[in-house]
């Protein structure tokens, strides 16, 4: 998949995910209080690649906290 500045399709996939009669049974369990601890460890994860200036590493836990934020 090319990389595209519309988000939309990450949505889709992450409302797939979380439909309640054929998403994922973990994601369909999560709520805000739920993600919290992985929402904060992924900040943390941005933050650290930040640090050490590590970009590679940056882009990555960048989509790993968008994630979190969809």
Known sequence: M?????IS??????AALRAPK???PWDI???FSTIAPYTIEEA???ADA?????????REELGD????VV
């Open 44 to 46: 943390y994860e941005v």
């Open 29 to 31: 369990e999560q709520n």
């Open 2 to 6: 090319k990389p595209s500045k519309d």
């Open 65 to 68: 906290l968008l994630l979190q």
């Open 50 to 58: 930040i640090a050490r200036g590590d970009l590679d590493d940056l």
């Open 22 to 24: 054929t998403g994922c």
């Open 9 to 14: 399709r990450l949505i889709e996939i992450m």
